[in-house]
């Protein structure tokens, strides 16, 4: 059973969120501020966390800053319709993916699961290797681990899941509408720019190849590509 922590002053709203996913077979427990939220993120005992935007005491997008200074948890952000400065902040501060408020239960649970099905590995084809190697990168997907050059990688769910696509198909351009598939879970929506976001953070975070050049490259109209030296 996976746990979700729901952070969210909305008490009825997160009591109607908390009753749907318990039906769903999900173990929810909440939090009404951002303080003991990110207390309850960092201490170890949930798979996901969901983060609502706007909250007393601490707002979502500084519980988010805090609980990413010590966890990669995954966690889906809550934002209010429309406002693409939140989503984009959230995203560039390491959230994996959003959910524009008002949401159906539904949606938020269909959300969930894309998420932890991908922090799991469990509908990525892992082909039964133990490793990826492109050049100076390395990764494990079944210990959701990587490296650049030896150095590990600090990577959140999103990254990794968006990265080993890129890396299973090194060389080769792989468009926004199968990254959105493969590493989020879902199709990409029109104006989504979640896949530009994530990929903008993960250039930072990779080496640069023997040229200079980062090692991923936009190619014009047709997607991302890892470069295979």
């Known amino acids: 059973m996976s746990k979700v922590l729901l952070i969210d002053d909305d008490v009825e709203l997160v009591g109607m969120f908390q009753e749907y996913l318990e039906q769903e077979g999900f173990e929810v427990k909440t939090a009404h501020d951002g303080e003991a939220g990110a207390a309850a993120a960092l201490s170890g005992l949930y798979a996901i966390a969901v983060l609502d935007v706007m909250m007393p005491r601490m707002n979502g997008l ?23 400065t939140d989503r984009i902040v959230g995203l560039e501060l390491g959230a994996d993916d959003y959910v524009a408020k008002p949401c159906t239960p539904r949606e938020l649970t269909a959300r969930i699961r894309a998420i932890l099905r991908r922090t799991l590995g469990v509908a990525m084809d892992t ?5 990826l190697v492109v050049g100076n990168l390395t990764m494990w997907p079944e210990q959701r681990r990587a490296t ?4 590990a990688l600090e990577l959140t769910s999103t990254e990794f899941n968006l990265l080993e696509v890129l890396a299973r198909n090194a060389g080769k351009p792989v468009s ?5 598939e493969q590493g989020l879970g879902r199709p990409m929506a029109r104006f989504d ?6 990929l903008s953070s993960l250039r930072h975070k990779l080496g640069t190849i023997a040229d ?18």
């Open 62 to 84: 500084e519980t988010l800053r805090r609980i990413r200074a010590h966890s990669q948890l995954p966690i889906l952000m809550l934002t209010a319709r429309g406002d693409d």
């Open 127 to 131: 082909g039964g290797a133990v490793q």
């Open 148 to 151: 650049w050059a030896g150095a």
């Open 176 to 180: 926004k509408n199968v990254l959105s």
């Open 193 to 198: 720019r979640n896949i530009d976001v994530h």
């Open 212 to 229: 200079g050049r980062s090692c991923l490259q936009t190619v014009y109209r047709l997607g991302y590509q890892l470069i295979k030296e």
